[in-house]
């Protein structure tokens, strides 16, 4: 019982920007300071520390790139439709700003995700471009995305925006694995996943540790560009409230201050 | 350190290229949506901060 | 309830021939290109005939769904006829069905004549029959969402084709391999359920979401 009214409490805080701005204030500061460490890791280690694979040699080391901005670009239309779902269900205005964050970022990675396929292919399997399961699949979310982002562009109204992209992602959400299901149909010959949080990965430890590490690091990336973009949505809608108006005066000014999400912690 | 020398680092064992681009890019990718998102916040909150300043005439809070 | 308002909308679609005319005239009017850019293709019976019918069939579905609640929406009745109808869910999902007869079933009606016109084989007919009248109810119904959506802008034929077609590809994907298995004379029983499962979840979900995509192009108005 107690902990139900602590759950409902809990949702109709979620609701109030002030709330959402305050505690999100040190989690954007923990997403951005561990993608960083993560990031610069990952690419060392990636590229000067993990070992060559025996049979496709250097090239090997593109999949520590291509596979988690494969991985982060599905995840973030997942997430989109999370999100439309939820702004759909309970009228949250604030998830069209996650939405909104997570289009374009999620694009550029679905195409950042076929460009490096491309390169990673080229010296392994003597070809830019295979039409296999991955492929077509990635290539589809990459169209799901314009889709989105096709029909945001021809919405100008900023609520039926949101409603129309919070029900498109939706759909195209609950499609990702009826395509997935019928691309593997498809061509049963690519290569199998190689990396996945379930199953235990085929590679030796030395070379999915650093794989681990970009993954993560890509989704603490995600995680502070997100929440940046919803951060400032929340200041440019509450503008004219009281918290606002204290927050941005007290705060120093912004060139000078290198880190500026520690400084706007928690006033008003 | 997997490799012996610097150049065999660049030289990827001839996958340089291809090695780097896909690095290149990503690094590109990433960098930028940092800094389009960090410029977005930076002018945004400036703006956020001039409108506030202008509805507030008393002179103290011009500080 | 629901009888009188199917008669309703079949009278509907009766009174404008043109929405079962254009379709099929588009249909063989592709048929017909394709014959004269690749003679080669459709000159004797042949795998890639199953490909080239299916993208027609999507095409095709692909250009009628803007009429599907075009009308309604010109002349500003859309609001009454589907989202304030008794059970909406009903309303539009008779919609779909109506829009299929003229389009889908149409199809798969014309099938023993398009279909050997582009190359396909007369043993992969019956098989291509139902294929299509499996998979063409999905891409009604998928495509209802989109036409629902898109139904408020005055040059949505691009966007409707960007968020439907990528819905389409298992259709396609099933469809096309039941045409290739009834070819070869294999058994494709499995494909069939496959589309059928596609079409189905298609049913639950489409209605829904049409619906609301209508009440967005409704406010838009």
Known sequence: ?268 | MYFDSFAEFLQMGNHGLYVWVAYGSTLLVLLSAFFITRSMARSGEESIRWAILSRQVEPKNES | MVGALLLREWKILLRARASIVNPMAFLLLSTLLFAIAAPQLVAEPSQQASGILWVLVLFTQLLSLDAMFRRDYDSGTLEQSLIMADVPFVAVLIRIFVQWLGTGLVIVIATPVIGPLLGLSWSAVPGTMLALLLGTPALSLLGSIGAGITVGFSRGGIILALLVLPLFLPVLIFGTDIVNAAGAGLNYTAQAYWLALITLVALIVSPFAALAGLRISVEMQ
Not at chain 1, 14 to 43: C, D, E, K, M
Not at chain 1, 104 to 113: D, I, N, R, S, Y
Not at chain 1, 192 to 197: H, M, P
Not at chain 1, 198 to 208: N, V, Y
């Open chain 1, 1 to 268: 019982m107690k902990l139900k009214q602590k759950l409902k409490e809990y949702w109709h805080k979620l609701g109030s920007p002030r709330w959402f701005y305050q505690i999100t204030t040190n989690w954007v500061t923990f997403f951005g300071g561990s993608a960083l460490l993560l990031l610069v890791t990952g690419f060392v280690w990636a590229l000067a520390f993990a070992p060559a694979d025996y049979q496709q040699g250097n090239s090997f080391r593109i999949m520590y790139v291509h596979v988690p901005a494969a991985m982060l670009a599905q995840s973030l239309y997942i997430g989109m439709g999370v999100a439309g779902f939820i702004g759909l269900v309970w009228r949250m205005k604030l998830t069209d700003v996650a939405i909104a964050a997570c289009l374009p970022l999620g694009m550029v990675l679905t195409a950042l995700a076929l460009f490096t396929g491309g390169v990673w292919g080229k010296p392994t399997w003597g070809s830019w471009w295979e039409w296999d399961g991955r492929t077509v699949s990635t290539l589809v979310l990459l169209f799901l995305y314009v889709g989105i982002y096709a029909l945001r562009e021809a919405i100008p109204d900023a609520d039926l925006r949101a409603r129309a992209s919070a029900l498109v992602s939706l759909v195209g959400t609950v499609n990702i694995p009826i395509i997935k299901y019928s691309v593997e149909w498809w061509n049963t010959l690519h290569q199998s996943a190689s990396f996945s949080l379930t199953e235990k990965p085929a590679m030796p430890a030395e070379m999915w540790l650093p794989l681990l590490v970009m993954v993560l690091g890509f989704y603490c990336f995600a995680g502070h560009h997100v929440l940046s973009r919803m951060r400032l949505e929340v200041l440019t809608r509450e503008s004219s409230s009281r918290w606002v108006a204290e927050l941005m005066l007290n705060k120093n000014a912004v060139d000078g201050t290198p880190q500026t999400s520690t400084t706007d912690h928690g006033k008003g």
